[in-house]
């Protein structure tokens, strides 16, 4: 399987994260912003920022004096122990949960493995309840907003392969079935711009997808919306592309 090169703007903050968490690893017995700034070259705007996101994330910690160190996140999924992956499955869990409380919908985290869509982890709740499977989502990607996020980000062959196996049958009236112009709705998706499904998948929903990939691995972070919330769905959208980089740098350790 060969992937579309497209950086997405979680994409670029994980790896400016990454930058300071070498530099705060670097210095063992804390390290200032000052030098942070000064060893990453990073604005201080931006600094400011992914500074706030990864102590509140738990990756680094500030000391009696303001400096920072590594926090209690990165000594557990930083490891290459045992227990990393339950570890990483949990962080994943508890940021899922986070996020379906701050966007107020249920929300999954989705991979591509083995030629399928697979979601991997969800959070929903009585107010916040997820899509209701009636077709099987392994053969719906054509028609989710997941499913299409995860196919923007493979080649032409990969997604040939793909609906070779999963055809584009018309599952509502907004369906894409034709190939061509479904190919060419993935072909004009903007890597920053979050995947919309307005009732494709399902009369009565609207969802959201942004890619959330590390490596070679094909991933995203989506969530669901019943109809009558759909004025809803861009702010949420919105707030799904922001909150998508603290679970990349999850999946990036």
């Known amino acids: 399987m060969a992937l579309r090169p497209e950086p997405t703007a979680p994409f670029h903050s994980v ?32 600094l400011t920022d992914l ?13 009696t004096d303001g400096a920072y160190v590594g926090g209690s996140s990165l000594s557990l999924l930083g490891s290459a122990g045992p227990g990393r992956g339950h570890a990483v499955r949990d962080k994943l869990q508890q940021s899922l949960f986070a996020l379906r409380d701050s966007v107020g919908a249920a929300v999954y985290l989705s991979r ?6 697979r979601i991997t982890q969800y959070a929903d709740g009585p107010r916040t309840p997820k899509v209701h499977e009636w077709v099987d989502f392994r053969s719906a990607a054509h028609a989710m907003a997941l499913g299409k996020c995860l196919l923007t980000q493979l080649d032409h ?9 999963h055809k584009t049958v018309r599952l509502t009236s907004r369906t894409t079935t034709s190939e061509k112009a479904l190919f060419h709705k993935l072909d004009s998706q ?20 942004v890619p959330i990939s590390a490596g070679r691995s094909v991933g995203c972070l989506a969530l669901s919306l ?13 707030a ?10 999850s999946l990036s350790l």
């Open 51 to 63: 500074l706030r996101m990864l102590r509140r994330e738990g990756y680094v910690e500030q000391i």
């Open 226 to 238: 019943p109809l009558a919330q759909a004025h809803r769905l861009r702010q949420a959208a919105d």
């Open 15 to 46: 790896q400016h994260a990454l930058r300071i968490l070498e530099v705060v690893a670097k210095h063992a017995s804390g390290v200032s912003d000052t030098t942070i700034a000064r060893e990453t070259r990073l604005p201080a705007h931006q």
């Open 157 to 165: 062959d990969s997604r040939r392969d793909h609906l070779s196996r």
């Open 112 to 117: 591509y493995t083995d030629g399928e869509v």
């Open 190 to 209: 903007p890597a920053t711009v979050p995947v919309l499904d307005l009732q494709e998948y399902a009369v009565g929903t609207v969802c959201a997808a």
């Open 240 to 249: 799904l592309n922001r909150e998508a980089a603290p679970m990349l740098l």
